[in-house]
């Protein structure tokens, strides 16, 4: 059992370029998240989805662009990566049953660490 | 949404006890308290959660008062290993997911030998 999985780890860019951030997870969770993790900072939410073909903007989703086409893949799109984009992106999911005040924690993954030039 | 307030940093000593204390003063009625934990180049981990009273894991413990308007994540006989960002969030779980929690900076805890 994976639980959420982030590829690429790591990822250098130039000013302008675009990129997709993947994130996977085997739960069957029905939410998933983006955030980015600035240093020093706490985690900022910047879209989710609370299942396939929904999704929502967070705090800061300008810049950025999500799908979510399966349950398992939540990819973040960087369309003209910007110097203020440069951050640690992590995915997370968590499974809500329906009807029941579930309190299943949030699974993380382990970062894509984006440094654009 | 329920805002955090949080120490920036603690010391602390192998083999102590260590409490954190996170007030969150306009905790709404169906909100529960939730505990991550961060160590570096990692995403974060769920370390406790609680609605009321007391709650006590195989890690720590969260001590809830009544008025729920704060709690405090008690760390027993810290390691070295728990050195970390230590994050209290406060919001309603049901059926709307997590997605309105506010992640502060949380609380940096450095223990030392």
């Known amino acids: 059992n994976a639980g959420v999985t982030q590829t690429p780890k790591f990822r250098i860019l130039k000013i302008g370029q675009s990129m997709t951030l993947q994130c996977t997870q085997d739960m069957n969770h029905n939410y998933m998240y983006w955030y980015r993790q600035d240093p020093g900072m706490g985690l900022k939410l910047i879209y989710y989805?609370?299942?396939?073909?929904?999704?929502d903007k967070g705090e800061v989703p300008n810049g950025y662009n999500v799908s979510r086409s399966t349950t398992e893949d939540f990819p973040l799109r960087l369309e003209l990566a910007a110097p203020s984009q440069t951050s640690v992106y992590f995915c997370?999911?968590?499974?809500?049953?329906?009807?029941?005040?579930?309190?299943?924690?949030?699974?993380f993954g382990d970062g894509t660490r984006l440094s654009i030039l | 949404l329920a805002k955090t307030t949080q120490p920036i940093s603690m010391d602390s000593y192998e083999g102590q006890e260590v409490n954190i204390t996170c007030s969150h003063n306009?905790?709404?009625?169906?909100?529960?308290i939730t505990w991550y934990q961060q160590f570096p180049s990692q995403g974060p981990r769920f370390i406790i959660q609680g609605y009321k009273t007391k709650v006590t894991n195989e890690v720590a413990s969260l001590f809830i008062p009544a008025d729920r308007k704060s709690s405090t994540l008690s760390l027993p006989r810290v390691s070295l290993s728990d050195t970390a960002v230590y994050y209290c969030?406060?919001?309603?779980?049901?059926?709307?997911?997590?997605?309105?929690?506010?992640f502060g900076t949380g609380t940096r805890l450095l223990v030392s030998p």
């Open positions: 306009n905790i709404a009625t169906n909100d529960y």
């Open positions: 997370a999911s968590i499974s809500l049953g329906q009807g029941i005040l579930s309190n299943q924690p949030q699974h």
């Open positions: 989805s609370v299942g396939a073909g929904i999704t």
């Open positions: 969030l406060v919001g309603d779980p049901k059926n709307t997911g997590f997605q309105k929690l506010v």
